[in-house]
């Protein structure tokens, strides 16, 4: 199988594929899509849950990184539904592997409280967050970094390359919303090992964000953003040896949805593959999660 590129996809009108659908499907590829249902579509960026996703029906599956709806989690949860599931949540952010750590350093030992790193452009809630942030008292500001550009990519901004081994210096890391709530920084910071601070409005359920509940993650919830310079002395001035159990309690629930998430994609592109008659369908073995009350 095929992982296609767009510019080919609807000229090459494959028999089996694995087609990348940033910013939702186009006409031309949802045409080939509707005479190709031996594809594996994994749909990125329908931050405002607005696409066509019509063209998923065609289809022999979809991984899509933006959570649609709460049953799109429920493989993650429940292993009978793995092979009834047609659409998946993933989570998806940067990776590089060359600056990662060997070992993840535990969470007391990291030196920055906190840290926050993005643009605030059209991002009505970040950049009220880094405005406050920018009038805390100076000891808070002192025990973290904020770096703030004008866009992804753009000047003075980081790479996955220069963040990644901020983030693994971190404790704590605020999750404003960008286009939306559910972004990149999210799972990266639990790639991290960092505890996430969080809105609670967008945990809630049928929230994008509430995959962080119902696959219970710990994480801090805020009312508003005014509230995160207290918060951080508060966290400054206490005890925070919890947070270690808290980090370790996340580390083991992030590898296990990763370790699904592989082994259903692994699962699927097979059954494709087996349906358009190019290998013999292999369902690989897996572990699973335990249900939303498992601590």
Known sequence: MRFHDRADFSADKPTCSMLLAVWGVTPEEATVLANLPQTVLVHASDEQRDHDTSSYSSVSAVFRQHLKNNETLAYLLDNSMKS????????????????????????????????????????????????????????????????????????????????????????????????????????????????????KQHTEPDAVLWPLAALNFKYITLEEWSKLPQLLATLQQSGQSRFDDWQAHNNRKWAAVKEIISDTVAEQVCKAASKAGLVESKVLGTARLRNHGDH
């Open 84 to 199: 009834k599931q047609r659409v998946h949540w993933i989570p998806a952010g940067y990776g590089n592997f060359k600056v990662m750590p060997a070992f993840q350093q535990s969470f007391s030992s990291r030196g920055l409280l906190w840290s926050w790193m993005g643009s605030v452009v059209d991002k009505p809630e970040r950049y009220q967050m880094v405005e406050l942030m920018r009038s805390a008292d100076a000891e808070i500001m002192d025990k973290g970094l904020l770096l703030v550009f004008d866009v992804m990519g753009g000047q003075g901004s980081k790479s996955p390359t220069d963040y990644s081994p901020i983030l693994y210096d971190t404790k704590f890391v605020p999750l404003p919303a960008g286009t939306s709530p559910e972004h990149f920084r999210v799972w990266e910071t639990l790639e991290a090992g960092c505890i996430p601070i969080v809105l």
